[in-house]
């Protein structure tokens, strides 16, 4: 892996072409997960970096060792399924059941509403407190102090 040249950017290289220098392919991409390390500042740094490549060039990728592949998942859309019948069933048990139940629900409803309302307030009248007073700073402890304060702890 390497860095992208801004040439490689704007024509989408590694997104909607593929990732390797010498392929143009834009069919057929599979998106894989491959480390990254570079180096920042002196220090050794790694990345999860995803790439989009064509059917040759993942095989040159996967050659010794199996990257992620990337992949859309169907159970979500399985997991989505059930809870929207759970929830039809639900509606139906409630409307064979009596009227009183629904009201209840409502005013449930109603209270929580509120009750996020009132979190909303106090979290800006909270924001609104941090900027009318100067910050407090607690004084930072020279070495020796907090040795002595070690020292003290300990003995006591």
Not at 11 to 21: L, M, R, S
Not at 52 to 72: A, I, M, Q, W
Not at 84 to 96: P, Q
Not at 98 to 109: A, H, L, T, V
Request: hydrophobic share 20%; aromatic share 8%; glycine share 4%.
């Amino acid at each position: 892996m390497r860095w992208r040249i801004e040439k490689e950017v704007v024509i989408g290289k590694g997104q909607f072409v593929c990732a390797n220098k010498k392929c143009d392919e834009t069919r057929k991409l599979r998106t894989w997960e491959v480390n990254f390390g570079y180096i920042e500042q002196g220090q050794k740094k790694n990345a999860l970096v995803k790439c989009r490549l064509c059917f040759e060039c993942s095989y040159k990728l996967n050659y010794h060792h199996k990257k992620k592949d990337v992949t859309k998942r169907k159970k979500k859309r399985k997991k989505e399924k059930k809870k929207s019948k759970k929830s039809k069933k639900k509606k139906h048990r409630n409307d064979s059941s009596s009227g009183s139940s629904s009201s209840e629900e409502e005013d449930s409803k109603e209270e929580k509403e509120i009750e996020a309302k009132r979190k909303k307030k106090e979290e800006e009248e909270d924001a609104s407190n941090i900027w009318s007073k100067p910050v407090e700073r607690e004084e930072e402890k020279t070495r020796e102090e907090e040795f002595n304060d070690f020292l003290e702890d300990l003995f006591l």
